[in-house]
């Protein structure tokens, strides 16, 4: 959701060098990602799962369109949204 949570990236042209999402840290998207960062720095052998699976998955999305990193993007979506629930429900983010 480009409202709660707006990309930007340098240069506008492709391929971008730079790109930065912004949110509220207390947004309910702010605090998943929040979560998942801690999540993963304290579980290892998650987060080298999760690097494992985008580099699987940047092999089938190559991301040289915006509609091509818009399906990478999304195909985290079945390995992320566990994590991050399994991350909220047990207290991430660390304050």
């Known amino acids: 959701d480009d409202v709660e949570y707006p990309f930007f990236h340098r240069p506008a042209g492709w391929p971008h060098t730079h790109h930065v999402h912004?949110?509220?840290?207390?947004?309910?998207?702010?605090?998943?990602?929040?979560?998942?960062?801690?999540?993963?720095?304290?579980?290892?052998?998650?987060?080298?799962?999760?690097?494992?699976?985008?580099?699987?998955?940047?092999?089938?999305?190559?991301?040289?369109?915006?509609?091509?990193?818009?399906a990478y993007a999304s195909a985290k979506s079945p390995f992320l949204d566990p994590l991050i629930a399994r991350a909220l429900q047990l207290g991430y983010p660390r304050e």
């Open 22 to 70: 912004l949110c509220v840290s207390d947004s309910g998207i702010g605090r998943a990602t929040l979560a998942l960062r801690d999540y993963l720095r304290e579980h290892p052998a998650e987060r080298d799962a999760y690097a494992i699976e985008k580099h699987r998955l940047a092999a089938l999305y190559v991301g040289d369109t915006a509609e091509r990193r818009e």
